[in-house]
């Protein structure tokens, strides 16, 4: 992932602001680009939490271990939603090579014209609670169905988790380049269970079929 001179911003404020130039231009161009719903609801998402995270890590008062843990978590997953992202853009032929590069991302290369396959199988979703209120989530084939096994994503670009605790409506989803995510919460989620599904993802993040919903207690 990069802009048009390979650079991308390091520091976390600029790269909170870079990403929100992307979403800006993207949600102007909603229709005509014909862009999914479903990923720029979740690109808003993550921007929201990523800079939540971001100004409360930046507060001296409020700074502990556990908001640098959040806001490291959370911009790591805008990071791997972008990856991906920018290859749907990309590969997106009703975004014009100007408006690509406007954005401040790399030039339109000449395989990003090509087609790619969209997952036809459905991921084994398997939660191991952790301490603490961690609960990693781990991804993998009906072949090699054991959580722990190693796996190379190969055809995938990684999995898609959406998940809710059992007392709220609105579904959560993140992006995992790898083939587990661990999620935190905090106390008042103790002894709550928590809604999963999850779905293999392709390099321009268009997932398969989701999972059968399963469900985990966070201790």
């Not at 590969?91 to 395989?111: Q, Y």
């Not at 988790?161 to 106390?187: A, G, M, P």
Request: glycine residues 6%; proline residues 5%.
């Amino acid at each position: 992932m990069a802009n048009s001179n390979g650079y991308v911003p390091r520091k976390e404020n600029e790269f909170l602001a870079w990403a929100k130039t992307i979403y800006g231009d993207c949600e102007k161009n909603l229709e005509t680009w014909g862009l999914d719903l479903d990923q720029m609801t979740r690109f808003a998402q993550l921007i929201e939490i990523a800079g939540t995270a971001f100004q409360v890590n930046s507060d001296k008062e409020r700074k502990n271990k556990m908001s640098v843990y959040a806001k490291n978590a959370a911009f790591l997953s805008l990071k791997q939603f972008l990856k991906a992202f920018i290859n749907t853009l990309e590969g997106n032929l009703k975004i014009p090579d100007e408006a690509i590069t406007s954005m401040g991302l790399r030039p339109r290369r000449f395989h990003a014209r090509q087609p790619i396959p969209v997952p036809t199988e459905v991921p084994v979703i398997t939660p191991v609670v952790g301490q603490h209120h961690n609960l990693t989530v781990y991804a993998a084939t009906l072949q090699l169905g054991h959580p722990t096994e190693s796996l190379k994503i190969g055809k995938y670009a990684g999995f898609l988790l959406k998940y809710r605790l059992e007392d709220e409506t609105q579904w959560q989803f993140v992006i995992s380049t790898k083939l587990h995510y661990t999620l935190v919460f905090d106390e008042t989620a103790k002894g709550k269970h928590l809604l999963m599904q999850g779905a293999w993802l392709n390099p321009r993040m268009q997932n398969g079929p989701w999972s059968e919903e399963i469900q985990e207690l966070v201790n």
